[in-house]
């Protein structure tokens, strides 16, 4: 069982650049880069993957980029882009074995926490909003793009359903989880959040949300 699970992982990670190209020619990339644009001081980047938010990070305004992933082959495929990466982002970046629930980081000493398309797969989603919280700043940020729980409930019934194929196939990873509201429930306050979906027919199915949330100041 051990090793067919590492052969699904392997071959998720390789897989994931290629299977998300034409998204990220044509849709993902410009969201990612509105989201991630954002991020500046000391930065935490949850469950990287292989690293497909790198190339939108503006590098002058990071000071130390922290790029957390637990799988194995993602995280050569990380490795292998920021030793390819330029001079600037070489310096600033790290990619370390970590999950979104337990950051190796003290309280309060981030500025921005990236998520996108983590929190579908982590194991306990409240956990690791709380953690984000944890390691912010008083008034740091979470940015994020993430695809969430649909507000139809026709479509809700059909993301429960096809949720245990989709974990099965697409490493772990949830269709209905109510991401906005685990914000909430772990004290980070949302700041205009963006809802949009993927053209054609299973868009519906993935609605993303993309935007910040806050760590109050008190
Ligand atoms: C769909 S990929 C997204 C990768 C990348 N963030 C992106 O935007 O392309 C989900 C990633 O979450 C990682 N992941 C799964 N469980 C995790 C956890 N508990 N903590 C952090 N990352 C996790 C997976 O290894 C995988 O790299």
Redesign the pocket.
């Known amino acids: 069982m051990k090793a067919f699970a590492r052969l699904r992982d392997k071959v998720f990670a390789a897989a994931?650049d290629r299977m998300?190209a034409a998204a990220e020619r044509t849709v993902m990339g410009q969201h990612r880069a509105k989201v991630i644009g954002a991020a500046r001081g000391v930065v935490v980047e949850?469950?990287?993957?292989?690293g497909?938010?790198l190339s939108h990070y503006d590098v002058a305004r990071i000071d130390r980029l922290v790029l957390?992933?637990?799988?194995p082959y993602?995280r050569q495929r990380l490795q292998r882009k920021i030793d390819d990466a330029g001079p600037r982002l070489h310096e600033i970046a790290a990619a370390v074995d970590g999950?979104?629930?337990h950051i190796d980081l003290p309280d309060a000493s981030v500025d921005v926490v990236v998520s996108?398309?983590?929190l579908c797969?982590?194991?306990d989603v409240a956990a690791?909003a709380a953690e984000a919280r944890r390691v912010l700043k008083p008034g740091g940020q979470l940015l994020f793009m993430e695809h969430v729980c649909s507000n139809q409930t026709s479509i809700r019934r059909w993301q429960d359903r096809l949720t245990p194929i989709q974990r099965a196939v697409a490493?772990?990873?949830h269709l209905n989880r109510d991401t906005l509201a685990t914000f909430r429930g772990a004290g980070l306050e949302t700041d205009g959040v963006q809802r949009w979906e993927f053209p054609g027919p299973f868009g519906r199915l993935m609605p993303i949300v993309e935007g910040a949330a806050h760590k109050p100041n008190i």
Do not use: F, K
């Not at 949850?46 to 292989?50: C, K, V």
């Open positions: 994931y998300n949850i469950g990287a993957g292989t497909a938010n957390t992933e637990p799988d993602m999950s979104a629930e996108t398309l983590v797969s982590v194991d690791s490493g772990g990873c």
